[in-house]
């Protein structure tokens, strides 16, 4: 089985996750740009965080074999804090990056008007770099915050085949699923979405524009969510084509978008070091 997980915060994460979703089959990942769980203070913060998922986190996985590419983005729940609006000037810089692949996570978190204007600025952003986007839609209140998504959506006048809406359920997907864009679902530990929930989604809307993430971070959260939806697949009857379609042919068309998708050499792990540093402890 391989596995493209196309949400994971693998920063928050450790080697030995690297090593376990390596294992499973996890062969290539996107990370969002998001919340850091500690307010940051000002836009040079955002600057070494997104250096550090176009840089370091990449040459970490690929000690793993795993390939990495990232979106970058003011998340939602940052873009109320006036010390962080600064970063939306940051941006344009990073979305030229050749491992960049879409500008995420945006999206709402409470619905304030920051955040509106946040998540409009940044979805001209993604339609002025020819990039495709990540939205996060809200835990609380879910179906109002999808509805108002899919209306900022609309009005950026970016292709909603070009957009996912993520962290869906079955109450969500209903607003979805007839607008173009994609369906993205997270996979978590003891809540919300679950392997054999996911399975049922699958029977009841197909595996079209479909994505299936893990969403770990640095919450109770499991990279492995990805292989187990996988084999409640098979075990549920679908083909190992349709988990090759859920599990890695749909991220890669969607993030594909951003033509700057690299999947050359997978099976290649790298070596050496960064900027005079390896993963080893005592220098080599
Ligand atoms: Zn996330």
């Given at each position: 089985?391989?596995?493209?997980d196309p949400?994971?915060h ?13 294992a499973?089959?996890?062969r ?13 203070t ?18 970490r996985?690929?000690?793993f074999?795993?390939?990495h590419h990232?979106?970058?983005a ?19 810089r ?22 509106d204007?946040?998540?409009a ?11 495709p986007a990540?939205?996060?839609t809200?835990?609380?209140?879910k ?7 899919l209306a ?5 006048g970016i ?5 996912v809406?993520d962290h869906l ?10 607008t ?5 679902f ?10 054999p ?8 809307y ?32 679908f083909?190992?084509?349709?988990v090759?379609?859920?599990?890695w ?6 993030y594909g978008?951003?033509g700057r998708l690299?999947l ?16 080893l402890?005592?220098?080599?």
């Open positions: 089985m391989r596995i493209f949400h994971i693998m920063t928050s994460r450790t080697t030995d996750d690297y090593e376990r979703m390596a499973a089959g996890v290539a990942v996107v990370e969002p740009a998001f919340w850091l769980g500690q307010p940051r000002s836009p040079a913060s955002f600057a070494d965080y997104f250096d550090s998922l176009i840089g370091w986190e990449p040459f996985a690929g000690q074999g795993v390939r990232a979106t970058v003011l998340n939602p729940k940052e873009a109320n804090d006036p010390r962080c609006r600064p970063v939306l000037d940051l941006l344009p990073y979305l030229e990056k050749d491992t960049v692949v879409a500008v995420g996570e945006i999206g709402y978190d409470s619905m304030t008007p920051q955040e204007e946040a998540f600025a940044q979805l001209a952003l993604a339609v002025a770099h020819d990039l990540l939205v996060h809200p835990h609380r209140d179906a109002r915050g999808v509805e108002r998504s900022v959506v609309a009005e950026s292709d909603p085949g070009r957009v809406l359920n079955e109450v969500t997907v209903k607003l979805v699923r007839d173009g864009c994609w369906l993205g997270s996979i978590y530990p003891d809540t919300k979405m679950s392997p929930r996911m399975v049922e989604l699958l029977r009841a197909g595996p079209e524009r479909v994505l299936v993430n893990s969403a770990a971070d640095w919450g109770r959260s499991d990279p492995l969510l990805t292989r187990a939806t996988g084999e409640a697949m098979l075990l549920a009857g083909t190992d084509d349709d090759d379609r859920v599990l042919r749909n991220p890669v068309e969607f978008q951003s690299d050359t050499d997978l099976d290649a792990a790298s070596a050496g070091t960064f900027a005079g540093n390896s993963i402890r005592g220098g080599d």
